[in-house]
């Protein structure tokens, strides 16, 4: 995917308080989003516990946490179900949730488009 088509979206780190901006997107599958680092101190994007396989975790590529500059990419996998959700945290400032819904803290969320 190109970066800027409708099937690439970011997410922005950002401080004061530490936030996923924004905190949701509904997507499309196969849609690459994209969440970039802007602060001083290091971050994650780990889905919570109890979401859907294959969910965001970067910390297979950046297992110390992402850190300023940095910028971690995930792909929607194509056979996602419409309305999958994943919850995802970042594990130095959010609390996951159960699976279900949101957690507390620096959280975020991404879904896929439901049905029409
Ligand atoms: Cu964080």
Redesign the pocket.
Same mark, same amino acid.
């Given at each position: 995917m190109v970066e800027g088509s409708p099937s690439a979206v970011a997410v922005n780190?950002t401080e004061n308080p530490?936030l996923f901006k924004p905190a949701a997107w509904t997507v499309e599958p196969g849609t690459v989003i994209t969440w970039n680092h802007l602060?001083d101190?290091? #971050?994650?994007v780990i889905s919570d516990p109890g979401t859907p396989p294959g969910g965001p975790n970067s910390d297979g590529q950046f297992p110390e946490?992402l850190k300023k500059g940095d910028a971690y990419s995930w792909t929607v996998p194509d056979d996602a179900k419409p309305g999958t959700t994943w919850f995802y945290h970042?594990?130095? #400032?959010?609390k996951p949730g159960d699976g279900k819904s949101l957690g507390t803290g620096?959280v975020g969320t991404i879904q896929v488009k439901p049905m029409k």
């Open positions: 780190i530490y602060t101190v290091p #971050h994650t946490g970042c594990r130095f #400032h959010g620096m």
